[in-house]
C-alpha cells in the first residue's frame, strides 16, 4: 500500500482513505474490459481478470497447460501483484499484458 500517499498521515483511518483513493485513481486509469483475436484464439480482459478460448497448443492461453479450449473459456493466471490490467494483445502463439504498473 501506500502508492500516492503524500503528506505526514496522522490517523489510521486517513491513510486508509488516502490509500483507497490511490487505488480508485489507477482503477479510473486501467481499462474496464477489453478483447484481443489472433488466428486461433481469443482473449476477454477486464482490470483484474483475463479469459482466453482456442488453440493452445504454446501455451497463448496462459493457463498452465497447452490443451486447446474451443468451446469453454478458461481463466488465466494473473496474480494481484502485477496490478491491474491496462491493456492485451493476442499474436500468433501468444498473448501480451500490460499491466498499470508496467509488468
Same mark, same amino acid.
Given at each position: 500500500?501506500?502508492? #500516492?500517499?503524500? #503528506? =505526514? =498521515?496522522?490517523?489510521? /483511518?486517513?491513510?486508509? +482513505? ?8 489507477? @482503477? ?13 484464439? =481469443?482473449?476477454? @480482459? ?5 479469459? /482466453? !478460448? #482456442?488453440? %493452445?497448443?504454446? /501455451?497463448?492461453? #496462459?493457463?498452465?497447460?497447452?490443451? %486447446? ?8 493466471? +494473473?496474480?494481484?501483484?502485477?496490478? !491491474?490490467?491496462?491493456?492485451?494483445? @493476442? ?13
Amino acid at each position: 500500500g501506500g502508492k #500516492g500517499v503524500r #503528506g =505526514v =498521515v496522522k490517523k489510521r /483511518g486517513e491513510l486508509e +482513505w488516502r490509500e483507497r483513493e490511490s487505488e480508485e485513481r489507477e @482503477a479510473h486509469s486501467a481499462i474496464n474490459s477489453q478483447v484481443a483475436t489472433q488466428q486461433y484464439h =481469443v482473449v476477454v @480482459a477486464t482490470v483484474s481478470e483475463i479469459y /482466453g !478460448m #482456442g488453440y %493452445n497448443g504454446n /501455451g497463448e492461453l #496462459g493457463v498452465g497447460t497447452t490443451n %486447446n479450449r474451443n468451446h469453454t473459456p478458461l481463466k488465466m493466471i +494473473w496474480k494481484k501483484e502485477f496490478g !491491474m490490467i491496462r491493456q492485451i494483445a @493476442a499474436g500468433t502463439y501468444c498473448t501480451g499484458v500490460l499491466s498499470t504498473t508496467g509488468k
